[in-house]
């Protein structure tokens, strides 16, 4: 089994890029943001919760992520690896998925960061809201995300590469020229 963390920020083409590596390596996604969507949709107490939190443009607390993030793996014992899209997005995050893997006889084997301008994520995000009409991409919760994570996030790349485990793909140009460098990172190993 092999676990990859696919990192970027909003916009970056994570989903995107996910649906294409899912097809060719098997990964069972877990995107936290689909998660968050999925609870709060489905108006469970867990997304009760999170839509408040989301709501507010803040970040769901590690403990309810983490949570989330176990039972999905529990869910799928037979899985051949798993992609974790959009978490961690701190260190201290990083460090209970290392910890958490661990606990379960795992790891995350490969994190690769998708290097995208903030302008391009505008961009993206603004043709986004316009086709898929999502909650999240409204102007100031994307100004609070987009912040998040230049001024959080981007700290647990450091993180993973002293570790010797970061891979930068360049995130702009052709879905296709992407996705295949991110191969190259994956096929290497």
């Known amino acids: ?49 999170v839509k408040e939190i989301m709501n507010s443009g803040a970040l769901v607390p590690d403990e309810i992520t983490i949570a989330m993030l176990k039972e999905e793996l529990d869910k799928n014992p037979q899985a051949k690896g798993f992609l974790f899209d959009g978490f961690p997005r701190t260190v201290p995050q990083a460090e209970a998925l290392d910890h958490f893997m661990k606990e379960n006889n795992s790891a995350i084997h490969f994190i690769v960061a998708l290097d995208v301008t903030e302008e391009e994520v505008r961009t993206r995000i603004a043709k986004r809201r316009t086709t898929e009409n999502r909650v999240d991409d409204e102007e100031e919760k994307l100004n609070k995300r987009i912040t998040e994570y230049f001024t959080k996030t981007v700290h647990v790349l450091p993180f993973y590469d ?8 360049h995130g702009i140009g052709a879905v296709e020229t992407i996705f295949e460098d991110i191969c190259k990172v994956l096929d290497k190993n």
Not at 162 to 169: A, C, D, P, S
């Open 162 to 169: 002293k570790q010797g485990r970061l891979n930068t793909v």
């Open 1 to 49: 089994m092999k676990n990859l963390v696919l990192f970027g920020p909003p916009g970056a083409g994570k989903g995107t890029q996910s649906e294409k590596l899912i097809q060719k390596y098997g990964f069972v996604h877990i995107s936290t943001g689909d998660l968050f969507r999925w609870h709060t949709k489905n108006d469970t107490p867990l997304g009760k919760k």
